[in-house]
């Protein structure tokens, strides 16, 4: 191998290690393990590698760019708040990254490398409770997490269990007494632990009778739920999601039955195939646009960040 014409990804490869991780190692990031450190180090000695000017003289400019890390591409919730981003983030002069970390921590870690080599100027996350163990403290007056809190770190997050209190009010007013819930796995702490506790609570509040079934975030898994609740006789079945709600709707017109069905997301698909269907607003776009702003004003006041509760509403 040629010394003189030595790249980026010939460093990579013969350290059998990423781009990225070159990157970091040659701009002193301290986001890399010692043991990596040193032997991308040693590789860069053996072979007299050094950047080129033009690369050096790029890195040095610090470009507005910020990163944007979504759990699941096919997220609905997540892309309503990820357009409103970017519209108000190219407005300001801004680019961005986008990335989906598919709930797993080690996708996340290898994302916040990336960003930290390209210099972002900060980052919104979309949380998930697999992230617990995953380091963020070098992000921690740069970075904004929505739906999940953090302690010393700004978020944006929605109201779901006032979210479920909506629903069950609006129930016991209509004169429901039989009001079943399908929701997602405690696992999940938001949307599964906080809107199935919430329905728990409201059960015991109002005097409900009915079930429970837990599943995953999936229109099949709506489906399959609904089908072991119709046999229960409920009046009233409450959704923590709307793609539950959706797969959900698909089982009782099966069954050509009548169920009061309501939901958590206000999102188009579901008011625009069952607009019978009551859903409540948590405000996607509103989480996208405050942890954005949070996000510019920490550049100036690393104290502008905070934790948000955004309230939920309603829709009819």
């Not at 070098?138 to 904004?144: G, K, N």
Request: proline fraction near 3%.
């Amino acid at each position: 191998m040629n010394k003189k014409n030595l790249t980026l990804k010939d460093i990579a490869a013969l350290s059998g290690v990423g781009k990225s991780t070159v990157s970091l190692v040659i701009n002193k990031s301290p986001r890399v393990k010692t043991a990596t450190r040193e032997r991308v180090e040693a590789v860069i000695r053996e072979y007299g590698y050094t950047p080129s000017l033009t690369a050096r003289a790029l890195r040095a400019q610090r470009e507005k760019i910020i990163g944007i890390i979504m759990t699941r591409l096919d997220s609905a919730a997540e892309n309503r708040a990820i357009r409103a981003i970017l519209a108000e983030a190219y407005q300001a002069g801004y680019d961005a990254i986008l990335q989906e970390s598919m709930l797993d921590p080690r996708r996340l870690e290898e994302h916040l490398h990336v960003l930290e080599s390209r210099r972002v100027e900060g980052v919104i996350l979309f949380g998930f409770s697999g992230m617990d163990d995953v380091d963020l403290t070098p992000w921690q007056h740069r970075l904004v997490l929505i739906a999940r809190q953090r302690p010393g770190f700004a978020s944006v997050t929605y109201d779901d269990s006032g979210a479920v209190d909506l629903l069950m009010a609006r129930l016991h007013a209509s004169g429901r007494r039989n009001v079943s819930f399908i929701g997602v796995d405690e696992q999940d702490h938001t949307t599964g632990r906080a809107r199935y506790q919430a329905y728990l609570a409201g059960c015991k509040r109002y005097g409900f009778s009915g079930a429970a079934r837990l599943g995953d975030l999936s229109y099949q898994s709506g489906f399959t739920l609904a089908e072991t609740l119709l046999d229960q006789e409920s009046e009233a079945l409450i959704c923590a999601t709307d793609t539950l709600a959706l797969g959900a709707l698909k089982s009782i017109q099966a069954r050509g039955l009548q169920v009061d069905v309501s939901s958590i997301g206000s999102t188009p698909l579901l008011a625009f195939l069952h607009p019978e269907v009551t859903s409540v607003r948590l405000g996607f776009a509103k989480a996208g646009l405050r942890a954005l702003h949070m996000l510019l004003e920490m550049q100036h006041d690393k104290a502008a960040g905070g934790q948000l509760v955004l309230p939920c509403s309603l829709e009819d």
